[in-house]
Protein backbone atom coordinates (compact mmCIF):
# COMPACT_ATOMS: atom_id res chain seq x y z
CA UNK A 1 0.00 0.00 0.00
CA UNK A 2 1.35 3.44 -1.03
CA UNK A 3 2.34 5.41 1.57
CA UNK A 4 2.41 9.22 1.15
CA UNK A 5 3.74 12.08 3.28
CA UNK A 6 4.41 15.54 3.22
CA UNK A 7 6.25 17.81 4.54
CA UNK A 8 6.10 20.86 6.67
CA UNK A 9 1.91 20.44 7.13
CA UNK A 10 1.88 24.35 7.40
CA UNK A 11 4.43 27.11 5.73
CA UNK A 12 4.37 30.72 6.72
CA UNK A 13 6.83 32.80 4.20
CA UNK A 14 6.56 36.52 3.47
CA UNK A 15 6.13 37.64 -0.53
CA UNK A 16 9.49 37.11 -2.16
CA UNK A 17 10.67 33.98 -0.38
CA UNK A 18 11.87 30.86 -1.79
CA UNK A 19 9.42 27.92 -0.82
CA UNK A 20 10.18 24.47 -0.97
CA UNK A 21 7.68 21.70 -0.33
CA UNK A 22 8.63 18.21 0.29
CA UNK A 23 7.17 14.49 -0.40
CA UNK A 24 8.16 11.25 0.48
CA UNK A 25 6.46 7.88 -0.94
CA UNK A 26 7.47 4.50 -0.02
CA UNK A 27 6.66 2.16 -3.69
CA UNK A 28 10.03 2.70 -5.69
CA UNK A 29 7.90 1.35 -8.63
CA UNK A 30 5.75 4.19 -8.69
CA UNK A 31 5.42 6.11 -12.45
CA UNK A 32 4.44 9.48 -12.10
CA UNK A 33 4.83 12.58 -9.54
CA UNK A 34 2.57 15.44 -9.44
CA UNK A 35 2.20 18.63 -7.33
CA UNK A 36 -1.47 19.75 -6.61
CA UNK A 37 -2.63 22.73 -5.57
CA UNK A 38 -5.77 23.68 -3.57
CA UNK A 39 -7.20 27.05 -3.02
CA UNK A 40 -9.85 27.35 -0.09
CA UNK A 41 -13.14 25.58 -1.04
CA UNK A 42 -12.04 24.88 -5.09
CA UNK A 43 -11.03 21.45 -6.55
CA UNK A 44 -7.68 20.57 -6.72
CA UNK A 45 -5.78 21.99 -10.18
CA UNK A 46 -2.36 19.83 -11.15
CA UNK A 47 0.36 22.61 -11.15
CA UNK A 48 3.48 19.99 -12.21
CA UNK A 49 4.32 16.70 -13.02
CA UNK A 50 7.84 14.79 -13.87
CA UNK A 51 8.36 11.13 -14.51
CA UNK A 52 11.54 10.57 -14.34
CA UNK A 53 14.96 11.66 -12.05
CA UNK A 54 15.93 15.16 -12.40
CA UNK A 55 14.46 18.68 -12.18
CA UNK A 56 11.91 20.70 -14.22
CA UNK A 57 11.23 24.38 -13.84
CA UNK A 58 7.80 26.25 -15.13
CA UNK A 59 8.29 29.78 -14.63
CA UNK A 60 8.90 30.21 -10.52
CA UNK A 61 8.36 26.90 -10.21
CA UNK A 62 10.62 23.71 -10.11
CA UNK A 63 10.08 20.15 -9.64
CA UNK A 64 12.48 17.78 -8.28
CA UNK A 65 12.56 13.51 -8.24
CA UNK A 66 14.92 11.65 -6.60
CA UNK A 67 13.42 8.15 -7.01
CA UNK A 68 16.35 6.49 -5.24
CA UNK A 69 15.53 8.48 -2.49
CA UNK A 70 11.61 8.18 -2.54
CA UNK A 71 11.29 11.90 -2.86
CA UNK A 72 10.35 14.75 -4.67
CA UNK A 73 9.93 18.43 -3.92
CA UNK A 74 7.91 21.60 -5.32
CA UNK A 75 10.14 24.85 -4.94
CA UNK A 76 8.51 28.45 -5.32
CA UNK A 77 10.32 31.21 -6.36
CA UNK A 78 9.46 34.80 -5.57
CA UNK A 79 6.67 33.06 -3.26
CA UNK A 80 3.37 35.38 -4.15
CA UNK A 81 0.12 36.02 -2.25
CA UNK A 82 -1.86 34.41 -4.84
CA UNK A 83 0.32 31.52 -4.33
CA UNK A 84 -1.28 30.76 -0.77
CA UNK A 85 -3.49 27.65 -0.91
CA UNK A 86 -3.07 23.53 0.11
CA UNK A 87 -0.67 21.99 -2.28
CA UNK A 88 -1.06 18.17 -2.09
CA UNK A 89 1.69 15.67 -3.65
CA UNK A 90 0.65 12.75 -5.83
CA UNK A 91 2.19 9.87 -6.60
CA UNK A 92 1.12 7.07 -8.96
CA UNK A 93 2.18 3.70 -10.32
CA UNK A 94 0.90 0.41 -11.97
CA UNK A 95 -1.71 0.40 -10.13
CA UNK A 96 -3.76 3.89 -11.93
CA UNK A 97 -4.51 5.11 -8.36
CA UNK A 98 -3.15 8.32 -7.72
CA UNK A 99 -2.41 8.55 -3.85
CA UNK A 100 -2.28 12.25 -2.21
CA UNK A 101 -0.78 13.27 0.81
CA UNK A 102 -2.29 15.25 3.36
CA UNK A 103 -1.00 18.49 1.77
CA UNK A 104 1.30 21.47 3.25
CA UNK A 105 -1.01 24.52 3.89
CA UNK A 106 0.91 27.76 2.38
CA UNK A 107 0.44 31.32 3.17
CA UNK A 108 2.42 33.94 1.59
CA UNK A 109 2.23 37.41 3.45
CA UNK A 110 2.37 40.64 1.81
CA UNK B 1 -8.92 22.75 -19.94
CA UNK B 2 -10.83 19.85 -20.00
CA UNK B 3 -13.79 20.07 -17.50
CA UNK B 4 -15.51 17.39 -14.55
CA UNK B 5 -18.91 18.41 -13.81
CA UNK B 6 -20.62 17.47 -10.63
CA UNK B 7 -24.19 17.48 -9.65
CA UNK B 8 -25.28 19.17 -6.92
CA UNK B 9 -22.65 21.11 -6.07
CA UNK B 10 -24.27 20.89 -2.41
CA UNK B 11 -26.82 18.08 -0.91
CA UNK B 12 -28.33 17.83 2.76
CA UNK B 13 -29.83 14.71 3.57
CA UNK B 14 -31.40 13.27 6.65
CA UNK B 15 -29.29 10.28 8.28
CA UNK B 16 -30.51 6.60 6.43
CA UNK B 17 -31.64 8.53 3.56
CA UNK B 18 -30.27 7.82 -0.19
CA UNK B 19 -27.92 10.19 -1.95
CA UNK B 20 -26.49 9.91 -5.25
CA UNK B 21 -23.44 12.56 -6.01
CA UNK B 22 -23.43 12.58 -9.98
CA UNK B 23 -20.07 13.15 -12.35
CA UNK B 24 -19.89 14.49 -16.19
CA UNK B 25 -16.19 13.26 -16.51
CA UNK B 26 -14.18 14.74 -19.72
CA UNK B 27 -15.28 12.86 -22.51
CA UNK B 28 -12.34 10.78 -23.67
CA UNK B 29 -11.24 9.33 -20.14
CA UNK B 30 -10.87 6.14 -19.48
CA UNK B 31 -10.56 6.32 -15.62
CA UNK B 32 -12.74 7.24 -13.06
CA UNK B 33 -12.11 8.33 -9.47
CA UNK B 34 -13.86 9.45 -6.33
CA UNK B 35 -12.36 10.82 -3.26
CA UNK B 36 -13.27 12.05 -0.21
CA UNK B 37 -12.01 15.03 1.75
CA UNK B 38 -13.24 16.02 4.91
CA UNK B 39 -12.50 20.27 5.86
CA UNK B 40 -9.61 20.51 3.03
CA UNK B 41 -7.75 17.92 4.97
CA UNK B 42 -6.42 15.04 3.01
CA UNK B 43 -7.82 13.82 -0.17
CA UNK B 44 -8.46 10.32 0.69
CA UNK B 45 -9.01 7.72 -2.17
CA UNK B 46 -12.55 5.40 -2.28
CA UNK B 47 -12.70 3.71 -5.27
CA UNK B 48 -11.60 3.98 -8.81
CA UNK B 49 -13.32 2.26 -12.15
CA UNK B 50 -12.59 1.66 -15.70
CA UNK B 51 -14.15 -0.37 -18.56
CA UNK B 52 -16.90 -0.45 -16.51
CA UNK B 53 -16.03 -2.19 -13.86
CA UNK B 54 -14.56 -0.83 -10.26
CA UNK B 55 -10.70 -1.40 -10.20
CA UNK B 56 -10.07 -0.86 -6.11
CA UNK B 57 -11.66 -0.19 -3.29
CA UNK B 58 -10.63 1.54 0.04
CA UNK B 59 -11.60 0.82 2.91
CA UNK B 60 -13.58 3.88 3.16
CA UNK B 61 -15.85 2.54 0.22
CA UNK B 62 -18.18 1.21 2.77
CA UNK B 63 -20.66 -1.40 1.76
CA UNK B 64 -22.85 1.59 1.88
CA UNK B 65 -21.17 2.94 -1.18
CA UNK B 66 -21.72 1.97 -5.19
CA UNK B 67 -20.53 3.79 -8.24
CA UNK B 68 -21.52 2.91 -11.93
CA UNK B 69 -21.75 4.93 -15.25
CA UNK B 70 -24.69 3.20 -17.12
CA UNK B 71 -24.29 3.36 -20.98
CA UNK B 72 -21.39 5.85 -20.81
CA UNK B 73 -23.92 8.49 -19.07
CA UNK B 74 -22.87 9.77 -15.46
CA UNK B 75 -20.39 8.72 -12.78
CA UNK B 76 -22.24 7.67 -10.14
CA UNK B 77 -21.58 7.44 -6.79
CA UNK B 78 -24.63 6.58 -4.15
CA UNK B 79 -24.61 5.92 -0.72
CA UNK B 80 -27.33 3.86 0.70
CA UNK B 81 -28.28 4.64 3.81
CA UNK B 82 -25.74 7.79 4.25
CA UNK B 83 -24.67 8.09 8.12
CA UNK B 84 -23.15 11.49 9.88
CA UNK B 85 -19.85 10.12 9.01
CA UNK B 86 -20.16 10.52 5.40
CA UNK B 87 -20.42 13.80 5.78
CA UNK B 88 -17.34 15.31 3.79
CA UNK B 89 -16.94 16.71 0.00
CA UNK B 90 -16.82 14.38 -2.75
CA UNK B 91 -14.43 14.90 -5.51
CA UNK B 92 -15.06 13.19 -9.02
CA UNK B 93 -12.25 12.81 -11.13
CA UNK B 94 -11.05 11.03 -14.54
CA UNK B 95 -8.16 10.25 -16.21
CA UNK B 96 -7.00 9.35 -20.02
CA UNK B 97 -4.77 6.84 -18.64
CA UNK B 98 -4.46 6.63 -15.82
CA UNK B 99 -0.90 7.28 -14.65
CA UNK B 100 -1.04 10.81 -15.89
CA UNK B 101 -2.74 13.66 -14.62
CA UNK B 102 -6.03 13.35 -12.97
CA UNK B 103 -8.40 16.33 -13.98
CA UNK B 104 -11.23 16.97 -10.90
CA UNK B 105 -14.80 18.37 -10.72
CA UNK B 106 -15.86 21.16 -8.12
CA UNK B 107 -17.15 18.68 -5.46
CA UNK B 108 -20.06 17.68 -3.99
CA UNK B 109 -20.43 19.27 -0.24
CA UNK B 110 -22.77 16.14 1.53
CA UNK B 111 -24.02 17.23 4.77
CA UNK B 112 -25.88 14.65 6.49
CA UNK B 113 -27.96 15.42 9.26
Known amino acids: QQKVQQSPESLIVPEGAMTSLNCTFS??????FAWYRQHSGKAPKALMS????GEKEEGRFTIHLNKASLHFSLHIRDSQPSDSALYLC??????????FGKGTSLVVHP | GPKVLQIPSHQIIDMGQMVTLNCDPV?????FYWYKQILGQQMEFLVN????????KSKLFKDQFSVERPDGSYFTLKIQPTALEDSAVYFC???????????FGKGTRLTVV
Open chain 2, 93 to 103: ASSPTGNTEVF
Open chain 1, 27 to 32: DSASQY
Open chain 1, 50 to 53: IFSN
Open chain 1, 90 to 99: AVSGGNYKPT
Open chain 2, 27 to 31: SNHLY
Open chain 2, 49 to 56: FYNGKVME
